[in-house]
């Protein structure tokens, strides 16, 4: 089971170029979630989906987006990159159940984005 | 809104030391409690994990326990080894409709043989 797969591992962008991050699961979750990670400052969460075809904003959006037009997949984009996206992305899934009870998410090896 | 508060690193131990890393939260209604850890050049993995008052979580030898009088849920180890040097973040996920993750600011801890 690969659980949460993230390309590209590494990526260098100049200031105004755009990008694609890559996020597949295979474990059939429903709820996908992106989050970046900077130094001393926890994970924030940028952008979550509760299924094919519905997203929804998170806690810092701007200059982001995405969409989740299949359950494996959730991309993020980045439409011009600026030295404040410098980060680590890291994308989760989790099943979301209700019925589940609490949320456990699995996350991705993460991203690490620098614009320079 | 939610917001988990941890305590600040990075924290350094010699092997076999007592652990306990405080997180104390905010939050409205009853919130699931979590511990995630971090190895290097890793994304995070579910250490523990609390969904009621006073449920204690455990794994790998290390402990938390959801205090709701005290709005704490601290992590605890007896004796530590150099492998569990790693970053260890608090969170939570209140009732919302997506059960997004809010996280702590992370403890960094390195353990010395």
């Known amino acids: 089971n690969a659980g949460v797969t993230q390309t590209p591992k590494f990526r260098i962008l100049k200031i105004g170029q755009s990008m694609t991050l890559q996020c597949t699961q295979d474990?059939?979750?429903?709820?996908m979630y992106w989050y970046r990670q900077d130094p001393g400052m926890g994970l924030k969460l940028i952008y979550y989906?509760?299924?094919?075809?519905?997203?929804d904003k998170g806690e810092v959006p701007n200059g982001y987006n995405v969409s989740r037009s299949t359950t494996e997949d959730f991309p993020l984009r980045l439409e011009l990159a600026a030295p404040s996206q410098t980060s680590v992305y890291f994308c989760?899934?989790?099943?979301?159940?209700?019925?589940?009870?609490?949320?456990?998410?699995?996350f991705g090896a993460g991203s690490r984005l620098t614009v320079l | 809104g939610d917001s988990v508060t941890q305590m600040e690193g990075p924290v350094t131990l010699s092997e076999e030391a007592f652990l306990t890393i405080n997180c104390t939260y905010t939050?409205?209604?009853?919130?699931?409690l979590f511990w995630y850890v971090q190895y290097p050049g890793e994304g995070l993995q579910l250490l523990l994990k609390?969904?009621?008052?006073?449920d204690k979580g455990s794994n790998k030898g290390f402990e938390a326990t959801y205090r709701k009088e005290t709005t704490s849920f601290h992590l605890e180890k007896g004796s530590v080894q150099v492998s569990d040097s790693a970053v260890y973040f608090c969170a939570l996920t209140s009732s919302g409709s997506a059960r997004q993750l809010t996280f702590g600011s992370g403890t960094q801890l390195t353990v010395l043989p």
């Open positions: 989760a899934s989790s099943y979301g159940k209700r019925s589940s009870g609490a949320n456990v998410l699995t």
């Open positions: 989906s509760v299924g094919a075809g519905i997203t």
């Open positions: 474990m059939n979750h429903n709820y």
């Open positions: 609390a969904t009621k008052a006073d």
């Open positions: 939050a409205t209604g009853y919130p699931s």
